[in-house]
């Protein structure tokens, strides 16, 4: 060992030499003597050594780091350059706690790059405001409920495959309206025969109340759900498929979570385009003031909105309405996710899997033992088989195809159509004791709206759990006149069918109208009105005038007399209807609202119903 030491100490490093070995590798002498005293270089001073070896050490590392680092960090930018960088930064787990001080100079200093490796616009190079746009002349905003002879039906699922069930007949019903909340939306009615939603005769739209729920989306994260199928297949081995289960052989799970799918975005950028079509008419009712959206901070409901607005309003839409984004987490007042805001122990979550768990056993048995015959090494559960159910309309709205919808008949599709009604039944709507409690901060804002707003159009964004709470919340009794939904068979006449209540991209309509003045397809242009007004301004007091900011208010030709307040005329004259996914809602569950061929309902008697109702909405305390 002190002889391997005294080597080491015999090292010294010497001037570089014009030798063939590389500048950047120290020079070793292999002719000094081997001593157990330090080393001196022959022909230096001992005391001037020690600086000039470290002067010579200070000139190769500066010598290394000149070449070195920018190798590195050339070859860095151009990975990043050719899409092979950032990697390292995409898989940082915690980004979102990176500053955003940090993102912005990540973004500034590598080309044409962002985050998860999307390539950043470059306006600079592709300019679109370059001129030359040719002549842009706008028509008059369409008003197709009041001119057209009927309204538009929407049934079809563009670009999607329309999926078939297992030996299917001519009269099968699609299987794409039979999958609860999860089916796309699709038009219906509600027990009014023919009446639609086109504006009855006689009667003019003056305000609109819509909500919204989000477009199609891929399963939540939350655990149990569809993945857990291809999970479990990828741990069993040995299993082998045939027949009809053969593509499980090839079968992988290639969906995302809780974002919408690209159809989803279509869905609410066409109900916008429909919605401008049907009410774009109250635009000239806003005075110069614009619109009101409201929506939630997650992810699938902000693009909801803005999808929707896209198809409204065009693009760029931004400049076109006010968009209030609400905190959606817990611990968060937003009346558009109540839920968050309520004790989650007054959830009926017993209730809920012990009659889902009667009815899988009931409905799921002939599909399992069906399918379990192609099927061999793995045995099927009843969660297997409702789970290869749910992969279906999943895969559909995301991929526009999926097999698995083949594997299950329409008698077992109207089983998994039942399996909804009957979870929604009892989560969040008639069988769930403290639904008018969650449901009530929604309809005070409408009720307030009805009331006290100056705005003749809003736009709600929320989630299919608050329609369901809103169907006992406005005392919509139709829904539940055949009574609490069994668990061991499907009732012949009921009402309560989640499908036609509360499927991807449902939407609902209040609509306020004045009746008496004026018949269907009679629409007032806004330089029309301006003129008629002048010409009758003293035969109909309390017609629309703005003075000093406030609006006087009256209802022409229904005998009902204008009132200068902050508080709207809900007067005879005034009636308000709501239509549910294209069909007529009956409101004879409200007091005071009488039946009616069209659903309408005297605009008075329906606020004071509701703010009763409200005034009492939460007896247990749950949402405080």
Same mark, same amino acid.
Request: charged content about 25%; some cysteine.
């Given at each position: ?18 030798? /063939?070995?590389? %500048? &950047? @590798? =120290?020079?070793? +002498? ?5 001593? *157990?005293? $330090?080393?001196?270089? #022959? ?112 049934? /079809?699922?563009? %670009? &999607? @495959? =329309?999926?078939? +069930? ?5 009269? *099968?019903? $699609?299987?794409?309206? #039979? ?446």
């Amino acid at each position: 060992m002190p002889s391997q030491i005294q080597d080491l100490e015999a090292y010294e490093l010497q001037p570089a030499s014009d030798s /063939a070995s590389s %500048p &950047l @590798l =120290p020079s070793y +002498s292999s002719s000094l003597p081997r001593s *157990s005293s $330090p080393p001196l270089t #022959l022909g230096r001073k001992p005391q001037h050594a020690h600086k000039k070896r470290s002067g010579r050490t200070c000139r190769a590392l500066l010598i290394v780091w000149s070449l070195v680092v920018p190798a590195l960090l050339g070859g860095a930018l151009f990975g990043c350059y050719t899409g092979q960088g950032r990697d390292w930064v995409s898989g940082i787990k915690d980004w979102e706690a990176v500053p955003q001080d940090v993102k912005d100079w990540l973004d500034k200093v590598v080309p044409g790059e962002r985050v998860g490796g999307l390539e950043r616009p470059d306006p600079g190079m592709f300019p679109t405001n370059i001129g030359y746009a040719g002549p842009t002349p706008t028509g008059k905003e369409p008003a197709m409920l009041l001119t057209a002879p009927h309204a538009p039906l929407h049934t /079809a699922i563009p %670009p &999607l @495959l =329309p999926p078939t +069930s297992h030996n299917p007949s001519h009269k *099968s019903k $699609p299987i794409q309206h #039979l999958w609860g909340n999860l089916s796309p939306y699709h038009s219906v009615t509600h027990g009014l025969g023919d009446t639609s939603a086109l504006i009855p005769a006689g009667c003019e739209l003056t305000e609109l109340h819509w909500l919204q729920r989000h477009g199609a989306r891929y399963p939540t994260s939350s655990e149990g759900g569809p993945a857990e199928l291809a999970g479990k297949l990828r741990a069993m081995r040995g299993w082998k498929a045939s027949g009809e289960l053969r593509f499980l052989e090839e079968w992988k799970w290639r969906l995302g979570a809780e974002v919408l799918t690209p159809f989803g975005r279509e869905q609410l950028f066409d109900l916008g385009v429909a919605a401008r079509v049907k009410y774009g008419f109250l635009l000239d009712k806003m005075k110069g003031r614009l619109p009101v959206f409201r929506t939630e901070s997650q992810d699938r409901m902000l693009k909801s909105a803005q999808n929707f607005a896209a198809g409204f309003f065009g693009i760029p839409a931004e400049e076109q309405y006010n968009l209030e984004v609400m905190i959606e987490s817990p611990g968060f007042n937003n009346t558009l996710a109540p839920w968050n805001t309520c004790d989650r122990g007054s959830w009926n979550y017993t209730t809920v899997n012990a009659k889902l768990h009667e009815w899988d056993e009931i409905f799921l048995k002939d599909a399992r033992k069906r399918l379990q015959k192609d099927l061999r090494g793995m045995e099927l559960t009843l969660l297997d088989v409702r789970r290869m159910m749910d992969v279906c309309p999943y895969e559909t709205v995301a991929l526009g195809y999926s097999e698995f919808c083949g594997l299950f008949t329409e008698k077992e599709w109207k089983g998994y159509e039942y399996r909804w009604d009957l979870f929604w039944w009892y989560s969040s709507a008639f069988g769930y004791k403290n639904a008018r409690a969650q449901g009530r901060g929604w309809v005070q804002e409408l009720v307030s709206r009805l009331t006290h707003s100056e705005l003749p159009q809003y736009v709600d964004f929320t989630h299919d759990a608050h329609f369901s709470l809103l169907l006992p919340t406005l005392n919509l009794t139709t829904f539940a006149e055949a009574g609490p939904l069994p668990s061991d068979h499907i009732p012949k006449h009921r009402t309560f069918v989640s499908s036609e209540i509360m499927p991807f991209a449902t939407n609902m309509q209040v609509q306020v109208l004045t009746c008496g003045a004026r018949g269907k397809g009679e629409v007032e242009d806004g330089d029309d009105k301006e003129e008629h007004e002048q010409e009758h301004e003293h035969e109909h007091e309390g017609e629309e005038k703005e003075e000093e900011g406030e609006t006087v208010r009256g209802t022409r030709g229904t005998g009902g007399s204008g009132r200068r307040s902050r508080r709207r005329d809900v007067s005879e004259g005034r009636k308000v209807r709501i239509v549910l996914n294209d069909g007529v809602v009956p409101l004879t569950g409200i007091r005071g609202c009488k039946e009616d061929e069209d659903g309408l309902c005297d605009l008075g008697a329906f606020v004071e119903s509701l703010s009763e109702l409200m005034a009492g909405g939460d007896p247990n305390g749950v949402c405080r």
